[in-house]
């Protein structure tokens, strides 16, 4: 198992691109390559093959059948897809947390500016209890609510979010209303079945923790709304039951698609959701090991964090906006080449870091002495 990460540096910042070993960029490579010595008959014959094993790999990784799941590039394309295809018109409300990633937050905005729908933005606490989550976004429903969007796993906050209890609550209250959410940080870090959570749509990252190269997310849709549903690019397979018309985008490279069996197999053969489990026991050491050598605690950070991420709040004063919390992050990595996310939310400062199976304990002491160093 090697992975190529520049060995000088600290990564603690696995979720945020992900990272996958060598042997996987080989397999990547090998597609690549196999496309490039018969372009017409790899594109004729052997890729609608191929997708469609890498489609079925992917869909039994969280437990679904072969043609329950549309491959996509990323999350950020399948909120794209949900938003233009839910029939959004003016006055309608897409009601939203404010713990969303911004680039779907954009996506929103942008969303909402081309049909006439209102944002409506939902306050979560940092350290919000599962019920809190629930009756902060069941307050925000009206008989206008068309979407709810909500994460399963968030990514600047790293908590995960109760879901299926969300859900309970829109069918109570909105009714007509419809359910997606963000899981870009789910695969290879929570282990689910999306179609068991009730909810409209579910699109997620295989990239950020299941090992694939970059440019790899999945979409699940509900049977009763397949059929209303297009890919943002028409192209052959239009005419097609899901989840064929998203199977060829165009001429594109298949590489990193086609390389997802073999890493769902890197996966499982590492350990699997045993990985996970010891990755996540790794990652709460070092949350407290960092929090100990800076003197905070850990008092009003996420009740539920995610499994492989943690926060650790940061001495007063050391980051007090987004400007200075970027500044933190670029001498965290040109002066002590240690990776982790930087932020100033919600008013407090915070830095995000990660557990990985390339990760070991050390790797917290090198943030701990970069932080303690930087801090003072």
Same mark, same amino acid.
């Given at each position: 198992? *090697? ?38 008959? $790899? ?17 039994? $990784? ?42 779907? @937050? ?37 008989? @206008? ?55 409209? $749509? ?5 990239? +950020? ?34 989840? +064929? ?19 769902? @197999? ?21 949350? @407290? ?44 990595? *040109? ?42």
């Amino acid at each position: 198992m *090697t992975f190529d990460l520049d060995p000088d540096r600290v990564h603690l910042n696995h979720g945020a691109f992900g990272a996958f070993p060598r042997e996987i960029a080989e397999e990547q490579a090998r597609w690549r390559t196999a496309a490039g010595r018969n372009p017409h008959g $790899f594109h004729r014959v052997v890729a609608a093959g191929a997708v469609e094993d890498a489609r079925a790999a992917a869909a039994t $990784f969280l437990h679904l059948g072969a043609d329950d799941v549309a491959l996509v590039r990323n999350v950020s394309e399948g909120v794209a897809t949900v938003l233009a295809g839910v029939g959004l018109r003016p006055g309608d409300e897409v009601v939203v947390g404010d713990h969303a990633h911004g680039g779907v @937050r954009l996506a929103v905005d942008a969303a909402c500016r081309r049909t006439g729908a209102r944002a409506v933005e939902v306050g979560l606490p940092l350290d919000a209890t599962d019920e809190e989550v629930v009756a902060a976004f069941a307050g925000a429903l009206t008989d @206008r609510t068309r979407l709810v969007l909500v994460d399963q796993v968030t990514s600047l906050s790293a908590t995960v979010h109760p879901v299926a209890a969300v859900v309970r609550a829109v069918r109570r209250t909105a009714p007509g209303a419809r359910v997606l959410v963000d899981a870009a940080h789910v695969p290879g870090q929570v282990d689910v079945d999306p179609s068991a959570l009730g909810v409209d $749509f579910w699109t997620g990252n295989l990239y +950020k923790w299941a090992f694939t190269p970059r440019g790899t997310g999945v979409l699940w849709v509900a049977p009763e709304h397949r059929a209303g549903l297009q890919p943002l690019v028409p192209s052959w397979g239009a005419d097609e039951p899901f989840p +064929k018309p998203w199977d060829h985008p165009g001429n594109q490279d298949w590489s990193a698609w086609l390389a997802i069996p073999a890493a769902l @197999r890197f996966f499982a053969d590492t350990g699997g959701w045993e990985q996970v489990r010891r990755n996540a026991v790794l990652v709460a050491a070092g949350q @407290r090991h960092v929090a100990e050598r800076l003197g905070t605690d850990l008092a009003g950070l996420p009740h539920s964090p995610a499994p492989c991420m943690r926060l650790v709040r940061l001495p007063d004063g050391v980051v007090t906006d987004a400007a200075s919390a970027r500044a933190l992050y670029d001498r965290l990595s *040109t002066e002590h080449r240690v990776e982790v996310g930087t932020a100033w939310f919600h008013g407090a400062p915070l830095v995000r870091f990660s557990g990985q199976v390339y990760n070991t304990e050390d790797d917290y002491t090198r943030l701990a002495d970069a932080l303690v160093r930087t801090c003072r």
